[in-house]
């Protein structure tokens, strides 16, 4: 049996006693260690906090430090909001950024024109046509690193961070006390956040807003504040232009493209003794818009071309809001409205406020600032690539600074415009515009007076997602 590989023989008493003999510390330190490791909650007002150092001895020192904890998570919160706002700011200055011209140095435009891919092509929506250079990015781009904002950044984020991880070692400990402290802090600092915001927009209001809304749809935040205003132009509370525009409806407008034809840019009468006759003009050029573009309005040919002569007439003569129109004049004398845009107001302040979540300044009082509501822009498109939308804004703007018997030394004019109407908004950022908030397509219609075609009920996200661009302009009335 002793040649048999397989053969086992039994333990000596020897080996049990050495095994007995056996140092079991280590095995007993390792038990120790996962004990104290468990993830269960305990309520231990005597849990140390990031070292042995911070003990809590007493109830006292115990509230003590969950007070601290509190603080150092709203701390946390307000890091979090400052630095999306700053990189809101960054962006924003990056966007603006003014380069100097160098001698011998070829500039930008020169360089896209002369770029072998390079296409032109014309941007066109709602009447307003652009005509632009377009190159195809090659390859991902960067934005360069700025010694005036990288650094910052990195110091931001590197606090953020510490801040960060103390909140995590300080939910680590497995204490109650504390893991309520900290989602106390994150709670407060989360309301804090939102109130600082409300402050900052009663602080940074504007003193004249007029609104217009792009086909009743409806966008970066930028905000003027009183002493940046007083810098950039001198006047307290935004840009303003102290003159009416300069407008071009005192004279008929030409165009080499249009064989002969007169533009007159013109407010309509609402009480005029040819009232019908223009309520016609008015009307088909409505529908011509709802036909050509049915995706820039809120209502459908559909439904208006159903309205009865005394619904058109009603339109023009509705007390809030005023009409204007560019009319087209051939050398036979035949007239033709071919653009048009609407203002509503004045409206009050009660109605004007915009909702926090939009980023929008709160407006001044009624007695400080007329508020108006631009909406329903369209030029024909037979008669595009004339300018006439700017133009006939520019008139618009023209009759409010001129408005008499009001009291009020400013204007504030908003619009709301669909983020993907690029040319409009460009056309808007050239009229001096200026962008400041978001909205919804909800907000837009009932600042464009259509709160009719709001559906009932709960509303869909096509009406409560925040896209809309909104953007503002002022302007000062001639003392």
Known sequence: MADNPFATSAPSPSSGDDMAGMDMSHDSHGSSSMGSMAMTFQ?????PLFSTGWTPSSTGSYAG????????AVIFKILLALKSRQEARWLDAELHR?????????????????????KSVVLSENGVEEEVLVVQRSGETTRPWRVSVDPLRAVIDTVIA??????MLAVMTMNVGYFLSVLAGVFLGATLRHVLLFLSHLSSRRDVVLAVG???????????????????????GGTYRSTPPSSQQSTPVHHPKNDGMEYHFIKVDREGPNIYASAAKYKALRLEALRQSPTSFSSTIETESQFSDDVWVSRLQTPDKENFVCVAIAEDGQSEWVAQVTLRGPVPTTEFLPPIESGQPNPASDEEVEKWQMLSLFTLPSHRGRKLGPRLCEKAFESLQSRDGTGTPQVVVRIMVKPENVATLRMYD??????????????????????????????????TTRSGIVMLLHLARAK
Do not use: W
């Open 214 to 236: 792009v086909g009743g749809g409806m966008i970066d935040t930028v905000e003027m504040g009183r002493e940046q205003s007083k810098r950039t132009t001198g006047v307290e």
């Open 43 to 47: 309520n231990d007002p005597k849990t």
């Open 98 to 118: 003014r380069y100097v011209a160098v001698a011998g140095k070829q500039g930008l435009k020169e360089t896209v024109a002369a770029h072998k891919d390079v």
């Open 65 to 72: 430090t969950c007070i601290f904890l509190i603080i150092l």
């Open 162 to 167: 510490g801040v960060g991880y103390l909140l």
């Open 430 to 463: 050239g009229l001096g515009f200026e962008r400041a908030g978001y909205c919804t397509l909800e907000e837009a219609l009932r600042a464009n007076g259509d709160t009719d075609l709001i559906p009932r009920g709960t509303l869909d996200d096509r009406y």
